[in-house]
């Protein structure tokens, strides 16, 4: 049996030998008097790990002394970092993948990291190099809470469903580009990301390997549902999205040069919010490895579909 979530999931763990404020009363927290690297003590280590799962997202301030090599380093602390299956990783690196956007290019769409595979990233690290004046925040929602504040009939229903997730999607809705050039780099964002195309079967609802919690499994790579048409598959959908999305579950971050973002990638949603205009926006990510979701009848994941596909020029 799932435990249920106490009525304020986010509070303080007294506990904890870190300092922790939580932001909001069921996501986010930061978290002090911490400086990262490679080098951390166990102690530390297992309260911050333990700090991701209870408050799904945490932040640092303050970071500006990190390398790629050292965000590399400390993402190894909590498991195997690894690579994005297909989007080149950043100069003079292992495994970060650089997030460089600019005149408002940015994923502004909800999703979980990489879904589109079958042992998905447990967590991601996110650094800040140069961010905009104004605008350009995260927002993360926590997809525990929004499953166990669910109608108990739409909660019924989502222990029954499993879901396609593809990297193969509506990528001009995504960056919402009106001109041609921006068309034409979403289509070559397109090409390298879905270099390989993958899909794979997730249950709508999984079972947390750490805390047992149950969560929603969705967000922007979802292609439909199981033994449903496309316009059921979207209705219903919408219905589960909005409810992850609902204020209620979201932490909105204001990003600060040397920040460093760490969620649980198997219990929360993000969205970059792409409101900063001709404004440069760089940050860089550090995945770790995940397990194999399993559903609530105790039935795993599975990639069904692994394709290499052409290049355009040789197309």
Known sequence: MATLVPSYPNAKDPTSPLKITPLTGRIGAIIDNVL?????????????????????????????????????????????PVAHPTVPVAQDSRYLLELDSKEGY??????????????YPKGSILRAITIPEAGGDTLWANTETAYETLPEP?????????A?????????????????????????HR?????????????????????????????????RFVGLTQTESQRLFQIFQDHITRPENVVRWRWQPGDVAFW??????HRAVADFGL???????????GDVPTGIDGKASKTFRKEKLPSPQNA
């Open 154 to 162: 739409l909660r019924q229903l989502a222990n029954t469903l499993r």
């Open 264 to 269: 649980d990638n198997r219990s929360t949603q």
């Open 106 to 119: 940015a994923a502004s769409s909800w999703h979980t990291d990489v879904t589109f595979v079958d042992a």
């Open 36 to 80: 990262l690297s490679g080098d951390l003590d166990p102690e530390t280590v297992q309260a911050i790990d333990a700090a991701v799962v209870k408050h799904k997202v945490v932040f640092f301030r303050g970071q500006n002394h990190l390398t790629n090599e050292d965000q590399e380093e400390f993402g190894a602390l909590f498991g195997d």
């Open 279 to 289: 404004q440069r926006r760089t940050l860089r990510r550090v995945t770790i490895q």
């Open 191 to 223: 090409n390298v990301f879905v270099s390989t195309l993958y899909e794979t079967e997730h249950p709508l609802v999984r079972v947390h390997p750490v805390s047992g919690q149950r969560s929603l499994v969705l967000g922007h790579f979802f292609k």
């Open 164 to 188: 396609v997730h593809s990297n193969d999607y509506d990528y001009a809705a995504v960056f919402s580009a009106s001109q041609e050039s921006e068309k034409q780099r979403i289509e070559k």
